[in-house]
């Protein structure tokens, strides 16, 4: 089985990390994976993107066309890459950041979380992409959420940055997922 998903925010929003959390934890499960990243000028402010695909088999290209999950940080990732969602894909949105009455396509699954919200008011402002991914793992059982937390753990721990703040948004993330 193949997933393709796209995080895509702000620079400076944690998205490259998002993605290399999702490769890394499909790794850990043993599939193949890609992670391609797009930011070049788009870096610190602009939008900024990944491609990650996870299967059970060899991928012939890294370039994600057909998302079954589009993990959005701001309004412009939504208007960017929306319509490459597949129908019945879904489209994992951080409502702290988009207009409040914003339409969204009928044929796929809208997942609302107030991750911003929910990172500032943890006391954690750069945890918003962990209670997105905490929304990703609960809105698609793609991965267990016990599992993702600890290799979110696992991930900031090799880097020196192990913050225990980022369970609280995980676990905030994924409650909030409806």
Same mark, same amino acid.
């Given at each position: 089985? &193949?997933?393709e !998903? !796209?995080?895509a925010g702000f620079g400076g929003q944690g998205v490259l990390v998002t993605g290399m959390i999702l490769a890394t934890a499909g790794m850990k499960q043993g599939k193949t994976i890609t992670w391609y990243p797009s930011y070049g =000028? $788009?870096?610190? @402010? #602009? +939008?900024?993107?990944c491609n990650v695909k996870i299967s059970d088999e060899e991928i012939a290209s890294p370039y994600a066309k057909k998302l079954d999950v589009? &993990? +959005? &940080?701001?309004?412009?990732s939504i208007e960017k890459f929306e319509r490459m969602v597949k129908s019945g894909g879904v489209l994992l949105v951080n =409502?702290?950041?988009?207009? $409040?009455?914003r339409l969204f396509r009928d044929d796929i699954r809208v997942i609302k979380v107030a991750a911003s919200? !929910?990172?500032?008011e943890l006391e954690n402002p750069r945890g918003t992409n962990i209670a997105m991914l905490g929304a990703l793992a609960k809105? +698609? #059982?793609?991965?267990?959420? *016990?599992?993702l937390r600890e290799t979110i753990d696992d991930y900031f721990g090799q880097r020196g940055k192990i913050n225990p703040k980022?369970?609280?948004?995980? *676990?905030? @993330?994924?409650? =909030?997922a409806q």
């Open positions: 089985m &193949l997933t !998903i !796209i995080c =000028s $788009e870096m610190r @402010g #602009g +939008t900024a993107n589009l &993990l +959005t &940080l701001n309004e412009a =409502s702290s950041m988009v207009k $409040e009455g919200d !929910i990172a500032n809105a +698609t #059982g793609l991965f267990e959420a *016990d599992f980022n369970a609280l948004c995980f *676990d905030e @993330g994924f409650e =909030s």
